[in-house]
């Protein structure tokens, strides 16, 4: 691929592609070599989807990279902004894929039967009646010119445009078969009544003018046909499940108006808006119940079968199915912006993407065609030469062009691609890109925030302690004031007591995150804090200081109340071990992986998270840049890091680290730094990650494999007169259907065994 110097016209903008007319890997290689020739443009064509996912700057417009896309001989438009009523229209009308397919079928079945009787005749020399090869020409004739028109189409288009792919070894060697057999017939000594011609899988010696080969023209394109039929419809099945989640929504929502129910369509609906989700129905778009109780099934978006209880103040997703109560629901999100349509963003961006893997393919496909035509060349010379005869020399330069194509090599890696990220999707998993594939297989450290990774999250106020003068109420009043403006489990926690308390909290102004030092802000004029123990430099005094040692003894979260940098009290915390967290730290284990417990709490609530999951290395009491510190300190022994956690704190160490793992009940901060991100908050989900990663990246490299093998192994052979140039083609469209086949099989991934768990 060739490499744009983007220090000067670095790309400014993105744009996605729909390409029309390719045909093959080198079709999607030409396009990316012409698209990255433009100035300031970083281009990545996928030809399983069909796709370019291109970045450009400066005066170059999406026009301009459409117009670079027709002069190479190849048509594209800009994919457009999905709507809701393209997913209603969806099932109404077929895609452009679709169509493809249907004409495609059409043209297979016509030429196969006419086919089948030309391959029964040259096949059994029992049943070739006088005239019979009159007969194969009139049936094999519409098969080479009809059938074989898309073949002959692209390689005269590309023959223009001085390039050369797969349809144009398939195109000369059906027109170079077809073409002797009329020489044959008419001008040589083929056509004469009463021929008999045995058929061989090896070639043989003999005069060229007595030989036809019709049987090798109708069979080659028809098994050719077949090839990209049911490759065309494998590559519609690997984009199942992300046609699944953007056909998921629903047509019309009931919103309330003034009390009363009202349907409109779920274009109109507003971010604000009141709508009522009944049961079986499914909820119309992201947002807040206000009223009501039910249970959710959240299937399409986390993977997860149970459903989940909401009542007022949960949040649900759009997209989901309420299965019980009657729910009246504040949309907070509509239409690109919800998590469905982000999630579907997300893995067509991965799917559009090329994984390390793939570049050597690319760099093979974008040569092999004219190497596989100098061969070609070179055998018929060498069998000529050496006294082969035209028939042998023929028909061994035949069967190296139809063989010889590298539709294998173009579908390894994209094909299990579409497969790996659609599946992930289904159970919750969403890749950012292709090559996190590769970190997956060569991590053997995985580093677990303890807050909201391995623990619930969900922290409460265990006890509160004031320092003399001051009570309980004004220690907590004061705490969640400066809380109030932040989304940590800890800030939650303070909040949510001081409302059960009914406390009168009040107002604070000039909110500041320490990042990892605590929070701060004004409130009656003071300079209000909470920090943990480490961060605060004031004396304590004995009873405070007691209180700390004590409630870090036994896993509990203390932080100091500071006003004006004088401690007015300690507020105490503590959350719970997820049920899942042990058996999948087993799992992780089992992986070959190495955990270690990355978190900012004290030592001793970290230590005892630690004993009761199994963790053996704990690095507690760190800052943001102790946990980037700690994971390059990991690196710097030599160890391949994973980085799981949820809040903002997080954000650097999942960017610093060889992989990056977002839950997503975290921070968007945190799922942005990521590499990937888990829907589900259990670590269950990172197992599942992990494993469909590796699975993933070893169906690429044995598609790659059985790619690389079938061209090294089969060209030799036709090169040497030992393939009939239809069994050949016949060979060729297999390997392109066992490359899309084994991707498939991606969609039978199941989760990691949880019946430990």
Same mark, same amino acid.
């Given at each position: 691929?060739?490499?744009?110097?983007?220090?000067?016209?670095?790309?400014?903008?993105?744009?996605?592609?729909?390409?029309?007319?390719?045909?093959?890997?080198?079709?999607?290689?030409?396009?990316? *070599?012409?698209?990255?020739?433009?100035?300031?443009?970083?281009?990545?064509?996928?030809?399983?989807?069909?796709?370019?996912?291109?970045?450009?700057?400066?005066?170059?417009?999406?026009?301009?990279?459409?117009?670079?896309?027709?002069?190479?001989?190849?048509?594209?438009?800009?994919?457009?902004?999905?709507?809701?009523?393209?997913?209603?229209?969806?099932?109404?009308?077929?895609? &452009?894929?679709?169509?493809?397919?249907?004409?495609?079928?059409?043209?297979?079945?016509?030429?196969?039967?006419?086919?089948?009787?030309?391959?029964?005749?040259?096949?059994?020399?029992?049943?070739?009646?006088?005239?019979?090869?009159?007969? /194969?020409?009139?049936?094999?004739?519409?098969?080479?010119?009809?059938?074989?028109?898309?073949?002959?189409?692209?390689?005269?288009?590309?023959? &223009?445009?001085?390039?050369?792919?797969?349809?144009?070894?398939?195109?000369?060697?059906?027109?170079?078969?077809?073409?002797? /057999?009329?020489?044959?017939?008419?001008?040589?000594?083929?056509?004469?009544?009463?021929?008999?011609?045995?058929?061989?899988?090896?070639?043989?010696?003999?005069?060229?003018?007595?030989?036809?080969?019709?049987?090798?023209?109708?069979?080659?394109?028809?098994?050719?046909?077949?090839?990209?039929?049911?490759?065309?419809?494998?590559?519609?099945?690997?984009?199942?499940?992300?046609?699944?989640?953007?056909?998921?929504?629903?047509?019309?929502?009931?919103?309330?108006?003034?009390? *009363?129910?009202?349907?409109?369509?779920?274009?109109?609906?507003?971010?604000?808006?009141?709508?009522?989700?009944?049961?079986?129905?499914?909820?119309?778009?992201?947002?807040?119940?206000?009223?009501?109780?039910?249970?959710?099934?959240?299937?399409?978006?986390?993977?997860?079968?149970?459903?989940?209880?909401?009542?007022?103040?949960?949040?649900?997703?759009?997209?989901?199915?309420?299965?019980?109560?009657?729910?009246?629901?504040?949309?907070?999100?509509?239409?690109?912006?919800?998590?469905?349509?982000?999630?579907?963003?997300?893995?067509?961006?991965?799917?559009?993407?090329?994984?390390?893997?793939?570049?050597?393919?690319?760099?093979?496909?974008?040569?092999?065609?004219?190497?596989?035509?100098?061969?070609?060349?070179?055998?018929?010379?060498?069998?000529?030469?050496?006294?082969?005869?035209?028939?042998?020399?023929?028909?061994?330069?035949?069967?190296?062009?139809?063989?010889?194509?590298?539709?294998?090599?173009?579908?390894?890696?994209?094909?299990?691609?579409?497969?790996?990220?659609?599946?992930?999707?289904?159970?919750?998993?969403?890749?950012?890109?292709?090559?996190?594939?590769?970190?997956? &297989?060569?991590?053997?450290?995985?580093?677990?925030?303890?807050?909201?990774?391995?623990?619930?999250?969900?922290?409460?106020?265990?006890?509160?302690?004031?320092?003399?003068? @001051?009570?309980?109420?004004?220690? =907590?009043?004061?705490?969640?004031?400066?809380?109030?403006?932040?989304?940590?489990?800890?800030?939650?926690?303070?909040?949510?007591?001081?409302?059960? *308390?009914?406390?009168?909290?009040?107002?604070?102004?000039?909110?500041?995150?320490?990042?990892?030092?605590?929070?701060?802000?004004? @409130?009656?004029?003071?300079?209000?804090?909470?920090?943990?123990?480490?961060?605060?430099?004031?004396?304590?005094?004995?009873?405070?200081?007691?209180?700390?040692?004590?409630?870090?003894?036994?896993?509990?979260?203390?932080?100091?109340?500071?006003?004006?940098?004088?401690? %007015?009290?300690?507020?105490?915390?503590?959350?719970?071990?997820?049920?899942?967290?042990?058996?999948?730290?087993?799992?992780?284990?089992?992986?070959?992986?190495?955990?270690?417990?990355?978190?900012?709490?004290?030592?001793?609530?970290?230590?005892?998270?630690?004993?009761?999951?199994?963790? #053996? &290395?704990?690095?507690?009491?760190?800052?943001? #840049?102790?946990?980037?510190?700690?994971?390059?300190?990991?690196?710097?022994?030599?160890?391949?890091?994973?980085?799981?956690?949820?809040?903002?704190?997080?954000?650097?160490?999942?960017?610093?680290?060889?992989?990056?793992?977002?839950?997503?009940?975290?921070?968007?901060?945190?799922?942005?730094?990521?590499?990937?991100?888990?829907?589900?908050?259990?670590?269950?989900?990172?197992?599942?990650?992990?494993?469909?990663? !590796?699975?993933?990246?070893?169906?690429?490299?044995?598609? =790659?494999?059985?790619?690389?093998?079938?061209?090294?192994?089969?060209?030799?052979?036709?090169?040497?007169?030992?393939?009939?140039?239809?069994?050949?083609?016949?060979?060729?469209?297999?390997?392109?259907?066992? @490359? %899309?086949?084994?991707?498939? !099989?991606?969609?039978?991934?199941?989760?990691?065994?949880?019946?430990?768990?």
């Amino acid at each position: 691929m060739t490499v744009t110097d983007t220090t000067t016209d670095a790309p400014e903008r993105e744009i996605d592609l729909d390409l029309m007319g390719m045909t093959c890997a080198s079709c999607a290689n030409r396009i990316e *070599r012409k698209l990255n020739k433009l100035p300031g443009v970083t281009a990545q064509v996928n030809y399983a989807t069909e796709r370019a996912h291109v970045g450009y700057g400066g005066d170059v417009s999406p026009a301009d990279l459409v117009d670079t896309i027709k002069a190479a001989g190849y048509d594209a438009a800009p994919v457009p902004e999905p709507t809701r009523e393209d997913a209603a229209d969806t099932a109404a009308a077929p895609s &452009r894929a679709e169509t493809e397919l249907a004409s495609l079928r059409e043209r297979l079945i016509v030429s196969a039967l006419l086919t089948v009787p030309v391959i029964a005749l040259a096949m059994v020399p029992a049943w070739q009646f006088t005239y019979w090869q009159w007969l /194969s020409l009139t049936l094999a004739a519409p098969v080479v010119v009809w059938g074989a028109w898309p073949f002959h189409k692209a390689a005269w288009t590309n023959l &223009r445009h001085g390039s050369t792919t797969m349809d144009t070894l398939v195109s000369v060697g059906v027109t170079a078969a077809f073409g002797w /057999s009329v020489y044959a017939l008419f001008w040589g000594t083929a056509g004469v009544p009463g021929l008999r011609h045995g058929f061989t899988f090896i070639a043989s010696r003999g005069e060229g003018a007595s030989h036809i080969y019709l049987e090798a023209a109708a069979g080659v394109t028809t098994f050719l046909l077949a090839g990209r039929y049911f490759e065309k419809r494998s590559k519609l099945k690997a984009g199942d499940a992300l046609r699944a989640l953007a056909e998921v929504g629903v047509k019309d929502v009931t919103v309330l108006v003034d009390g *009363r129910e009202q349907t409109i369509p779920i274009e109109q609906l507003a971010v604000g808006q009141e709508f009522v989700v009944r049961p079986g129905e499914k909820v119309a778009t992201d947002g807040v119940v206000i009223d009501g109780a039910s249970a959710v099934d959240q299937a399409i978006i986390t993977g997860e079968s149970l459903p989940v209880q909401v009542m007022p103040g949960d949040e649900v997703i759009g997209g989901t199915v309420n299965a019980d109560g009657r729910l009246v629901v504040r949309a907070a999100a509509v239409g690109s912006d919800t998590a469905l349509a982000q999630i579907a963003k997300l893995v067509a961006d991965a799917q559009t993407g090329k994984a390390p893997v793939q570049r050597l393919a690319d760099r093979v496909s974008g040569i092999f065609v004219p190497i596989v035509i100098a061969i070609a060349a070179g055998v018929l010379g060498f069998w000529l030469g050496v006294g082969g005869g035209p028939v042998l020399a023929f028909t061994a330069a035949v069967s190296v062009l139809v063989i010889a194509c590298p539709c294998a090599l173009g579908l390894a890696t994209p094909t299990a691609l579409m497969v790996g990220t659609g599946r992930g999707a289904q159970l919750g998993i969403l890749l950012k890109g292709p090559e996190v594939l590769e970190s997956t &297989r060569r991590i053997d450290t995985i580093c677990l925030d303890k807050t909201g990774t391995v623990t619930t999250g969900v922290m409460a106020v265990d006890r509160v302690i004031p320092a003399d003068g @001051v009570t309980q109420e004004q220690v =907590l009043a004061l705490a969640a004031a400066v809380e109030a403006g932040s989304e940590h489990p800890i800030g939650r926690a303070v909040v949510a007591e001081s409302d059960s *308390r009914g406390l009168d909290v009040p107002p604070a102004a000039g909110f500041t995150n320490l990042a990892g030092a605590g929070v701060l802000a004004q @409130v009656d004029g003071a300079a209000v804090a909470v920090r943990g123990p480490r961060d605060v430099t004031a004396a304590l005094g004995s009873s405070l200081t007691a209180a700390i040692t004590a409630a870090q003894a036994a896993g509990g979260t203390p932080v100091i109340v500071t006003r004006d940098d004088e401690p %007015v009290g300690v507020v105490v915390v503590a959350d719970e071990v997820k049920p899942s967290s042990a058996a999948a730290i087993a799992e992780l284990k089992k992986m070959g992986l190495t955990p270690v417990l990355l978190t900012g709490d004290n030592l001793g609530a970290a230590e005892h998270v630690a004993r009761q999951v199994g963790i #053996d &290395r704990v690095i507690a009491d760190v800052t943001p #840049d102790g946990k980037i510190a700690a994971i390059a300190d990991l690196q710097a022994e030599g160890h391949v890091v994973a980085m799981v956690g949820d809040g903002v704190n997080d954000a650097a160490a999942l960017a610093g680290a060889d992989l990056g793992l977002a839950m997503g009940t975290g921070t968007d901060v945190a799922i942005e730094a990521s590499d990937l991100t888990l829907v589900r908050g259990d670590l269950w989900s990172v197992c599942d990650a992990i494993a469909l990663s !590796r699975k993933t990246l070893r169906t690429i490299k044995s598609n =790659l494999f059985w790619a690389f093998a079938y061209n090294v192994a089969a060209i030799p052979v036709a090169a040497a007169g030992l393939l009939n140039p239809m069994m050949a083609g016949a060979a060729m469209a297999l390997s392109s259907v066992f @490359v %899309v086949a084994n991707s498939l !099989r991606l969609r039978a991934f199941a989760p990691v065994d949880r019946r430990d768990g």
